[in-house]
Nanobody, 132 residues
Framework: EVQLVESGGNLVQAGGSLRLSCKVS????????IGWFRQAPGKEREGLAC????????LYSSILKGRFTVSSSYAENTVYLQMNSLKPEDTAVYYC?????????????????????????WGQGTQVTVSS
């Protein structure tokens, strides 16, 4: 059974940091790409970052302005999202999702969070709240 489990969400003051984890099980972790997304109340879900485990590629949304960093631990089958300089507008439910075909895609764009349909498996989400 494929599972993605997020953890690490919390209440934090503006300017603080959090590290979210996405533990993956049920398929070959080293072959998939993991995307991070978030959804704030009343807003559409937005893509934040991608990490490709097969080639180590990364992609970030320009809205992050370098505040977030994604990394991966093959030993722990876990992808992390380090979030620094948090702002109240970062308050949202954060999700990770797996794209198992990112290296085999004929279009050649790899992992891209703009294409949510590529992400076949999703976690349940973790709440991040940033107070002002």
């Amino acid at each position: 059974e494929v599972q993605l489990v997020e953890s690490g969400g919390n209440l934090v003051q503006a300017g603080g940091s959090l590290r979210l984890s996405c533990k993956v099980s049920g398929f070959a972790f080293e072959h998939v790409a993991i995307g991070w997304f978030r959804q704030a109340p009343g807003k559409e879900r937005e893509g934040l970052a991608c990490f490709g485990n097969r080639d180590g590629s990364t992609l970030y949304s320009s809205i992050l302005k370098g505040r977030f960093t994604v990394s991966s631990s093959y030993a722990e089958n876990t992808v992390y999202l380090q979030m620094n300089s948090l702002k109240p507008e970062d308050t949202a439910v954060y999700y990770c999702a797996a794209d198992p075909d990112y290296m085999d895609r004929s279009e050649g764009y790899g992992c891209h969070f703009a294409y949510e349909s590529d992400f076949h498996y999703w976690g349940q989400g973790t709440q991040v709240t940033v107070s002002s």
